[in-house]
DNA sequence: CGACAACCGGACCGCTCGGTCCGCATGAAC
DNA sequence: GTTCATGCGGACCGAGCGGTCCGGTTGTCG
């Protein structure tokens, strides 16, 4: 969809677009969503304008960042359950452990998780789906609580998120980082049945993303 | 120390002054943290520099405000106690769902609890006293798992208030809430020790201030 | 090389927010 | 009732944001 029919772009636009990229991806990564798009603009040795014709609004880019986000995620899936074929909790484990890593080092992504950032329908459909796949091994081997349902897991990083950044700007160093997945992780794996309802954070992407419409 | 010697305050200005908290403790909880203060003022019926004169800065009346926020946390930390004298973990649990029911009910101490707002050291030196005394009788039973210390009960209450809202401004109906006390309150709970590395919040709100200043 | 369209970036706009100023009103003391 | 310090609020300021405009530049193609 980028380059597809029309005349492709000239070298140079292709180039900053490039950079424009880049720089946002490390400008959100250190200082979140609410990076200025000048200071972006700056970063990549670009006028505000140039940013303007790439993206028609700030909230497009940041769109275009997260499916990178989600494809990484994708990917982080696959290889927790690539290798951790032999143990049934494994998968769940990495995911959530790379969940963490991927929150403390990007304060965009840290702030896309909790929701400041409303992503698009689809995208939350296909992390759910991978979500889905992470817990099938624990779930088909007994291990988790009988009820336990995706939407948990995605709470469950959200909540490991909460709990490494203690306050704002500030990251609990990593060693404390196992005390709180071995916490959620205990919270999810047992024989008592769960209380409650569960959420499906794709019917409430859905459900708000309409009411926004 | 608000009214000590000197004259006291002209009848007007102190009435004033009690709209102008009372609006800000709605506005706050409606609105989080980033109420404009002329909104405040509009609220209280009041000038914005009526609000100046009170408050040198909007940092001032949120540290007011927050100053009744731990009172009344502190004040549930005593009534849980008082109730559950019975039920060893009761006093864990019945202040670990006020903190849900006050992050849920109120945006701005959610936003304070988030640490957005970083109080001042020695609020946070009672705040988790109380907690101490709050999980002192889980302790005692031999329910929590060695090595559960009262910085994770705290981390607990983070980790509470971001399952309860899924997204921005958006909270999970409350039939959600007691599934995810479940599973944090399962995993302070056992025989398990705790791995890893417990952090202290008044270590860091010292260190944090102290780095500001 | 020449010409043109695509592209560039800095100046600019409109808006919101925290915070200030000053002419006017008013409660309190005599 | 008179006086005046105290208090009042709307107009104002400067900074920073997302987003636009236009005169100059540059890649590309014949």
Redesign the pocket.
């Known amino acids: 969809m980028t380059s597809s029919n029309a ?11 490039e950079r424009i990229l880049q720089a946002a991806r490390e400008a959100f990564a250190e200082g979140g969503m ?9 970063r ?17 880019l940041v769109t275009a960042l997260y499916e990178d986000f989600v494809d990484e995620v994708l990917g982080a899936i696959d290889q927790a359950l690539a290798e951790n074929a032999d143990d049934p909790l494994g998968p769940l484990r990495a995911f959530l452990e790379h969940s963490m890593r991927t929150q403390a080092h990007n304060k965009a992504f840290f702030e896309a998780v909790a929701a400041r950032y409303v992503p698009p329908v689809e995208m939350t459909d296909r992390i759910m789906d991978g979500v889905e796949r992470v817990m099938e091994p624990a779930r088909a081997a007994g291990l988790l609580r009988p009820g336990v349902e995706r939407g948990d897991v995605s709470t469950a990083t959200k909540m490991l998120g909460a709990a490494i950044r203690p306050m704002e700007g500030l990251l609990l160093c990593e060693a404390a980082w196992p005390r709180y997945l071995d916490v959620v992780l205990s919270g999810l794996v047992g024989d008592t049945p769960m209380p409650g309802v569960a959420a499906d954070p794709c019917a409430m992407v859905r459900e708000f993303s309409a009411s926004s419409a």
Do not use: S
């Open positions: 005349l492709p772009m000239r070298a140079d636009a292709r180039r900053n677009l609410d990076v200025g798009v000048e200071e972006i603009a700056r990549a040795g670009v006028g505000k304008a140039t940013f303007f014709r790439r993206f028609p609004t700030k909230e497009a």
